[in-house]
């Protein structure tokens, strides 16, 4: 059993930057491929980056490639996702997610926990 608990979200002007993190439970954090997702009102969760278990892969949506960036930290069982010049289009509630391999990136359901979400709002 994995619990995922993010945090980071706010409210920003477009342009600026947030970090969000995911704080995972458990000794296994290592054992698992770790993705961000998001879902804006009306919408369906989308997928926004993934890094694979071992933390040597990256895989980014095109909505975001350039500006956001994923890593992971083992000594402290967390996922970040560093998401600069933002704009109004990226605000969504925010998931992170736990899969166990093998993991396809941007399918959700090949990840078998999920976090409760954390709100990010971009302003124009």
């Known amino acids: 059993q994995v619990q995922l608990v993010e945090s980071g979200g706010g409210l920003v002007q477009a342009g600026g930057s947030l970090r969000l993190s995911c704080a995972a439970s458990?000794?296994?954090?290592?054992?698992?491929?770790m993705g961000w997702f998001r879902q804006a009102p009306g919408k369906e969760r989308e997928f926004v980056a993934a890094?694979?278990?071992?933390?040597?892969?990256?895989y980014y949506a095109d909505s975001v490639k350039g500006r956001f960036t994923i890593s992971r930290d083992y000594a402290k069982n967390t996922v970040y996702l560093q998401m600069n010049s933002l704009k109004p289009e990226d605000t969504a509630v925010y998931y992170c997610?736990?899969?166990?391999?093998?993991?396809?990136?941007?399918?959700?359901?090949?990840?078998?926990?999920w976090g409760q979400g954390t709100q990010v709002t971009v302003s124009s």
């Open positions: 997610a736990a899969g166990y391999p093998p993991v396809l990136p941007g399918v959700r359901r090949d990840y078998d926990y």
């Open positions: 458990g000794r296994t954090f290592r054992s698992y491929a």
């Open positions: 890094i694979s278990r071992i933390g040597g892969s990256t």
